[in-house]
């Protein structure tokens, strides 16, 4: 593959209009989605909005007027349209962390009365989803017991009570087969919960056809609703009106505006809502979904996220075969290469676990080329991560990324002192 190549495909793309939705700064290839999303156009000029004239003119009028009260629910139905989930299943709220503590001590209370004191989880999940697990466990008298993935089925026995898994892994993009790993949770009587912040946007996802129990996910990556936006939570309708989530808040409250002195949940999903809502991030989050949701033409008779899930792997497949061919015996693939287990993300390994992949990335990003490192440790290399969002990304920025890597390799650019200074954020 060559430049015209990589051009010629990007001619071809029926989705490259949808680039138009986003604010990109001039001569950055932005490779890092899966951390943050890139900018919508419509954001600012909306958050506007919402401050100068729904704050500034309407007041607490507007929780009303302007229809900031049922805000979670709303952008929760828009979420549900990319996770596969059905209208008034998901609300957009609170954290991933926060919303992870809610469905988890839901999931363990249905534990409560039988044998079950084992959350299992794979041993390289996101490490804020282990640290709500391990505290949970320590309060509650369970026990979280993390094994690699490959172990993970023969595992499921009864002696677990949930299994919890992050459904695209942050560090290897190696993508689990939900709808498997749940039928096996299941036929072991456990509950699986899934994190989708490294899918949702990014991959498909079908929560009620894999009959998961609980899923929580990020609203600020592949969703592009902007620094620390709100998460979203979604609960099989099964178990909605079953158990109370532990943040028991006044907007989770069945009649918050009675201002009872006793909680009464509401019913289904919206009882996983606490306090009051940051309206001002959820507008921002719902112009970011709008940018995903205006993929869905494409789709045809398909269904949600086809059309960006081909592009994904179109795109991911030239990044590698690029830096395979361009850059030969330098790095591993840590990233499967099967299609099926593959999310929407490359992750490269220094060759033999080698020195440099922080200084790299950090030299890319000095060339416009923004992507990010996660160390490693005695068990899993430091690695290089590069995140494909296809709403925003070409083929010519694929070939452009690896001729920007191939530079920075060629000349030893990658030694230099300012690239080797360890940042706070990699």
Request: proline share 5%; with cysteine; hydrophobic share 45%.
């Amino acid at each position: 593959m060559n430049l015209d190549d990589c051009r010629r495909l990007d001619a071809q793309d029926p989705l490259a209009a949808l680039r138009g939705q986003f604010l990109l700064p001039d001569g950055v290839i932005y490779l890092d989605g899966n951390s943050l999303g890139v900018l919508p156009r419509a954001a600012p000029s909306r958050i506007a909005e919402v401050v100068a004239k729904e704050w500034g003119e309407g007041l607490i009028r507007s929780w009303n007027t302007a229809q900031w009260f049922d805000l979670p629910q709303r952008l929760g139905d828009k979420v549900a349209r990319l996770i596969g989930a059905a209208p008034g299943e998901v609300v957009c709220t609170d954290s991933t962390s926060v919303n992870l503590y809610k469905v988890l001590f839901a999931a363990l209370s249905q534990a409560k009365a039988t044998s079950r004191r084992i959350v299992l989880s794979e041993r390289s999940n996101f490490p804020t989803d282990l640290y709500i697990a391990e505290s949970l466990c320590r309060e509650r008298g369970f026990t979280l017991k993390l094994i690699d993935a490959s172990e993970l089925p023969a595992a499921l026995n009864d002696a677990v009570a949930v299994l919890m898994l992050t459904h695209v892994n942050y560090r290897t993009g190696a993508m689990h087969d939900m709808k498997a790993l749940t039928a096996a949770a299941h036929a072991a009587g456990v509950l699986a919960v899934w994190d989708l912040a490294h899918s949702a946007g990014a991959v498909p996802v079908a929560l009620n056809d894999s009959d998961a129990d609980y899923a929580i996910g990020c609203g600020y990556k592949y969703l592009n609703g902007g620094p620390g936006s709100p998460a979203f939570v979604w609960v099989h309708a099964r178990h909605a009106d079953r158990f109370e989530q532990p943040l028991s808040g006044w907007w989770g409250h069945a009649a918050p505006f009675e201002f009872t002195p006793h909680y009464q949940p509401a019913s289904g999903v919206a009882r996983y809502l606490c306090g009051t809502q940051p309206i001002v991030a959820l507008a921002a989050l719902e112009c970011g979904l709008d940018t995903v949701l205006a993929a869905e033409p494409f789709d045809g008779a398909q269904g949600s996220m086809a059309a960006l899930r081909a592009k994904s792997l179109a795109l991911t497949d030239a990044f590698i075969a690029l830096v395979e061919a361009r850059c030969p015996g330098r790095f591993t693939l840590v990233t499967p290469r099967e299609h099926h287990l593959r999310g929407s993300q490359v992750c490269l390994a220094m060759s033999g676990n080698g020195p440099g992949a922080y200084a790299i990335v950090q030299a890319l990003i000095a060339r416009g080329v923004i992507g990010d490192f996660r160390a490693g440790d005695s068990q899993m290399p430091d690695i290089l991560r590069f995140g494909f969002t296809p709403l925003y990304l070409g083929f010519e920025d694929v070939w452009r990324a690896v001729e920007h890597l191939v530079q920075v390799l060629e000349t030893d650019e990658w030694k230099r002192p300012e690239f080797n200074q360890k940042l706070a954020v990699t």
